[in-house]
């Protein structure tokens, strides 16, 4: 590799922005030859003219370059008397490049090092699709149960110094307690923090809010967003939190286990629910898609319980009570109101 580099490369890797290829030509640029003009070049252009205050950003430098100063008397190397700031500073830069490169290399080193460790983390990922549902074992002891059409993501072996798993979807979890080292549970903006506890979350779009049920235990809810209103907020056994992702507002409120918890157990229950919510969980929960024929032709608020039922039995229910005939047709649901 040739003495030149990209000064937007070299930008990239110390605010550690690069992919894998780009800190590798990053390391053979090092490794070629002494680029100390190189990278007197990039500090100059590029790390004192991106200051916000650039009289503040040179007396930094300065102060640092004091030992430098010393350094250069001890070597008996000359500085030439000059009338201008600028080149002033360009001979202090130039020593300062010359006798600050081995630490430059360190740090790059230590940087490469260090994106390298994080490249070599090895995620475990439990998915379930439509019709699925399961039980999944932590290594720390954790038991999640995982609804239809969710997924689960951490990094194997995470129980050494964090515990914290990536949630889409829905998720029951006893949390096997660990004194100082709290277990995170992310989902969308939300972070929910607990010891040792069960709790709930569900962030299925077709509930409008994303929602945290506390069984037993207590967990502290953030939004990862530094300064939001939504900051440690906690809850006791059988609160649950709702938080709306378009406007941004949360609110507190008590809930009943049974309409909550009972998907664990293979029960669908509707308290109140319109057709949108109702056709999402039958889809999501029997992996069938649902047709609608014509429109609803009145407000539509459905209430019942189904323990361990088929599709067709929950349909033959519902037909019944809310007027409407339906046809099943391998995996289509095809639905005409009377």
């Known amino acids: ?31 070629s030859s002494s680029n100390s003009e190189e990278v007197l070049s990039f500090i100059e252009k590029h790390w004192i003219s ?13 102060q640092i370059l004091g030992d430098i100063r010393k350094g250069i008397e ?35 080193y230590y940087l490469a090092q260090k994106k390298s460790e994080d490249r070599k983390l090895t995620y475990e990922q439990k998915s379930n699709q439509r019709g699925q549902k399961s039980r999944v074992s932590l290594p720390d ?14 990094v194997s072996g995470f129980t050494d110094n964090k515990r914290e798993v990536i949630l889409e979807g829905e998720a029951f979890f006893e949390v096997a307690k660990r004194e100082n080292l709290p277990f995170k549970v992310i989902t969308g903006e939300i972070e929910t923090v607990a010891l040792g506890t ?25 939004h990862q967003q530094p300064g939001h209103d ?15 992702p378009v406007l941004g507002d949360f609110k507190k409120l008590s809930f ?56 067709e039995r929950v349909l033959e229910r519902m037909a019944y009570t809310e007027k409407f005939s339906f046809e099943l047709s391998e995996d289509t649901v095809t639905i005409e109101f009377e």
């Open 1 to 31: 590799m040739n003495g030149k580099i990209d000064p937007e490369l070299l930008r990239k890797f110390f605010n550690e922005e690069c992919d894998k290829n780009e800190y590798q030509q990053v390391i053979d640029w090092v490794n």
């Open 50 to 62: 991106e200051k916000r205050n650039r009289e503040k950003a040179e007396l930094d430098y300065f």
């Open 74 to 108: 001890e070597s008996g190397t000359p500085l030439q008397p000059v009338g201008a700031r600028y080149s002033l500073t360009r001979q202090l830069l130039k020593v300062a490049a010359i006798l600050l490169f081995p630490v430059l290399m360190l740090g790059i």
């Open 141 to 154: 002891g954790t038991v999640v149960w995982l609804n239809s059409e969710s997924s689960l993501r951490y």
């Open 198 to 222: 069960s709790f709930n979350i569900n962030s299925f779009p077709e509930n409008g809010a994303l929602g945290i049920s506390l069984v037993t235990g207590k967990v502290a809810i953030s």
């Open 230 to 244: 939504l900051s440690a907020v906690v809850l006791s056994p059988g609160e649950k939190l709702l938080f709306d």
């Open 256 to 311: 009943g286990h049974k309409k909550e918890l009972s998907w664990r157990k293979g029960v669908i229950y509707f308290e109140n629910a319109n057709i949108e919510h109702i056709s999402a969980t039958l889809e999501r929960w029997f992996d069938v898609n649902i047709v609608f024929k014509n429109q609803v032709k009145r407000p539509w608020h459905f209430s019942g319980e189904f323990d361990n039922s088929s599709l």
